[in-house]
C-alpha cells in the first residue's frame, strides 16, 4: 500500500521552550522493511521528548526528528517482510520518534494489540513506560516476588506504572512523592508507603520501615542529587537502576565503598539505543506477563489528562511543572 497524502505533524521551530513546537503540514511515512504505519489516533507524552525539544536529547540517526515515542491507532501500511500485523489492526507501539504526527512509522516488533476493552487513549498511555520499566526493573535490576522496592517519582508516568506491575508481581513497594496528595495517589496504586520528599528522608524512612535492611531495588529518576543516599538506602545485594538525571548527571564527591561492603550493583539504560532485536524481546515479555494483569484489570495506567493535539505546547508546558499524576496524551481523533 502506498501512502501518499501529506499530514499534520508537531515541527520544532528550533530548540527551546514549548513555544518552539507548532503544527505543519508534511508527507506521509513510508514504511521501510520490518515496519508499519500506524494512523494515529492518541500519543504519548514523555520527558524525552521535553528533552528534545529542549536540544539534550537528539533522536538517533535513523529516527524520525519529529517528537513522540509512544502510539496508538490502526495499522494502515506494511513494510517488506511484515506478516505479524495486518492492516486494520488496532496496535499501540514504542515508536524511535515520530510520534507527534497523523502517521508514524515504526518496527513491527514495538507493537502490541490494544489490551480487551481499550481505546486509542488508553493504549497510548502504555508503551513508553511499560517497556522501561520492565526493561530496567524486571529484566535489569531482577525483581522478584518477595522482594522490595523503592520507586523514585512515584506519581510520573514511569512511577505509576512501576508501582503497580512491583505489586502485581508480589514485591513489598516503596515510592517518593512530592506532595500529600501524590503520595496518596501511589498508596492507592500498591506502594506500602509513600515518602514525602520535601518534608521527609528517603533513606531514614527506608531503614526505619525495613528494621535496617534497605530494599533490593530502587528506581531512580534522580541521577547525581540522590546517588550516595540511594546506595544507603540499598540492602546488601540490592540493586540501584537509574533511568534518567532529573536531578543531574555527575555525581560528585561518591563514597563507593557501599558498593563494595553491600556487594550492589549499579546499573541503567535509555529505551531509545537499543536494536529493534532487544525491543522486540521486551515488547514480547510484555505481551506474555503484562498484557494479561492489564485485561484483567489488575493493572492500568494512570492518565492526568487528555489534551487536542494542538494543545502539545500545554501538554509540554505541564509536563514540565510535575503537577501532574500519571500520563499526559494527545488526542489526534
Not at 41 to 61: C, F, H, L, T, W
Request: aromatic share 6%; charged share 20%.
Amino acid at each position: 500500500m502506498s501512502l501518499s497524502k501529506e499530514m499534520r505533524y508537531v515541527e520544532l521551530t528550533g530548540f527551546g521552550g514549548p513555544e518552539v513546537m507548532r503544527l505543519a503540514t508534511g508527507p506521509v511515512p513510508q514504511p521501510r522493511a520490518g515496519e508499519v504505519v500506524v494512523q494515529v489516533e492518541a500519543a504519548g507524552v514523555n520527558r524525552p521528548d521535553v528533552a528534545q525539544r529542549s536540544g539534550n536529547y537528539p533522536p538517533p540517526k535513523d529516527a524520525s526528528p519529529i517528537l513522540g515515542l509512544e502510539v496508538a491507532g490502526r495499522v494502515v501500511a506494511l513494510g517488506e517482510g511484515v506478516t505479524e500485523v495486518t492492516i486494520g489492526d488496532l496496535v499501540c507501539g514504542l515508536a524511535n520518534g515520530g510520534g507527534y504526527a497523523e502517521y508514524c512509522a515504526l518496527p513491527a516488533g514495538q507493537l502490541l494489540a490494544f489490551p480487551k476493552g481499550y481505546d486509542a487513549v488508553k493504549a497510548a498511555a502504555l508503551p513508553e513506560t511499560f517497556f522501561t520499566v520492565w526493561a530496567n526493573l524486571f529484566q535489569m535490576a531482577g525483581l522478584t516476588e518477595g522482594e522490595s522496592v523503592l520507586i523514585h517519582g512515584g506519581s510520573s508516568g514511569i512511577g505509576t506504572t512501576a508501582i503497580q506491575l512491583a505489586s502485581a508481581f508480589g514485591a513489598e513497594v516503596y515510592a517518593t512523592a512530592g506532595s500529600a496528595e501524590k503520595c496518596r495517589a501511589c498508596e492507592s496504586l500498591g506502594a506500602k508507603r509513600t515518602i514525602n520528599y520535601r518534608e521527609e528522608d528517603f533513606v531514614e524512612i527506608i531503614k526505619a520501615e525495613t528494621g535496617g535492611r534497605g530494599v533490593d531495588a530502587i528506581l531512580d529518576m534522580i541521577g547525581a542529587d540522590y546517588f550516595n543516599r540511594n546506595l544507603s538506602a540499598l540492602a546488601r545485594d540490592g540493586c540501584l537502576s537509574i533511568i534518567a538525571f532529573l536531578g543531574g548527571a555527575v555525581a560528585e564527591k561518591v563514597n563507593l565503598s557501599p558498593i563494595m561492603v553491600k556487594r550492589l550493583t549499579v546499573t541503567g539504560s535509555t529505551m531509545r539505543p537499543r536494536t529493534a532485536e532487544e525491543k522486540r524481546a521486551i515488547r514480547d515479555e510484555l505481551r506474555d506477563q503484562v498484557w494479561p494483569l492489564l485485561e484483567a484489570g489488575k493493572v492500568a495506567p494512570v492518565i492526568h489528562t487528555v489534551l487536542p493535539f494542538d494543545q502539545v505546547a500545554e501538554a509540554h508546558r505541564l509536563m514540565e511543572t510535575s503537577t501532574h499524576i500519571g500520563k499526559i496524551i494527545l488526542d489526534l481523533r
